[in-house]
């Protein structure tokens, strides 16, 4: 918040990674319209878009006053902070109504704001897609994080708080235009088409130079931007690893049991 009740009582700040919280959020499959009948679907096909959002903020040190402690920004970025101005319009986030303009309209990538304050508080997230890619706005909602959850150590005005979310938006059935547009671009998972498909040529958004800016790779933040790729892999070897041991212990078991009905035919045998 700006200048009003906080949700969190102040305390003291220590750098925080929050850990990754992951979801996949399929989009509603596009309606024929007079408008979009040009664009041709391609059914059995899925597009999928990694996205992470959340905040990054800062604590002012000898700068804080009672109403300014923190400078923070929301963001959604790429997963692995490619440029999302290819599949995102613009977006919309909306804060606290303490804030002057508390509704605010970012029309080209980075999607990201930045403000001061010394509250925290729930922040809707909307983004709107270019009108090949889906026609119904995503509404997600993301708890500003200015305070770590240890409040024990000193503070610091070097290692900010770090909160983000994981998410996939999948888009199902995609027009063809919007598949040749995004074909080679590293943000998404595109399918592989059959052999002999053709695709109409990729028709830009919008201007390039709005894309460049819209790459965050280097972002002056991105040091603190969590890998969530790494942390699914880790995620997957690990559930992969449990599933082994589990199979290897019930083989096991497998293997004792057989062994002692063997055994057990053994001395029938020899009491015969």
């Not at 909160?163 to 999948?170: A, Q, T």
Request: glycine letters at 4%; a negative charge.
């Amino acid at each position: 918040m700006n200048n009003s009740s906080s949700s969190k009582s102040h305390g003291v700040d220590q750098p925080e990674l929050s850990g990754p919280k992951s979801l996949r959020t399929k989009m509603g499959k596009p309606e024929d319209s007079e408008k979009k009948i040009f664009h041709k679907k391609l059914k059995d096909v899925e597009i999928s878009v990694p996205i992470v959002y959340g905040n990054i903020s800062f604590w002012l040190g000898k700068k804080a006053n009672e109403y300014q402690s923190h400078k923070w920004t929301v963001y959604v970025r790429g997963a692995t902070n490619e440029d999302l101005g290819v599949v995102i319009k613009r977006a919309v986030f909306q804060l606290h109504s303490s804030f002057n303009n508390p509704t605010r309209v970012i029309e080209s990538p980075p999607f990201e704001l930045s403000e001061c304050g010394w509250g925290e508080f729930e922040i809707a997230i909307t983004l709107f897609f270019h009108s090949d890619v889906c026609d119904k706005p995503l509404n997600l909602f993301h708890h500003l994080k200015l305070y770590p959850e240890d409040e024990s150590g000193p503070m610091s005005t070097k290692k900010p708080v770090v909160v983000e979310s994981y998410d996939e938006i999948v888009f199902p059935e995609p027009s063809e235009a919007f598949l040749a547009r995004v074909q080679n671009q590293p943000a998404l998972i595109v399918p592989r088409l059959p052999a002999g498909s053709v695709l109409p040529p990729p028709v830009p958004v919008e201007d390039p130079s709005k894309r460049k800016r819209g790459d965050t790779k280097d972002h002056p933040m991105s040091q603190w931007f969590m890998n969530f790729s790494e942390a699914d892999e880790l995620l997957q070897l690990a559930a992969a690893r449990q599933q082994v041991q589990a199979h290897i212990a019930k083989f096991r078991r497998e293997i004792s049991l057989l062994d002692g009905q063997q055994q057990q035919q053994v001395n029938s045998v020899s009491d015969q």
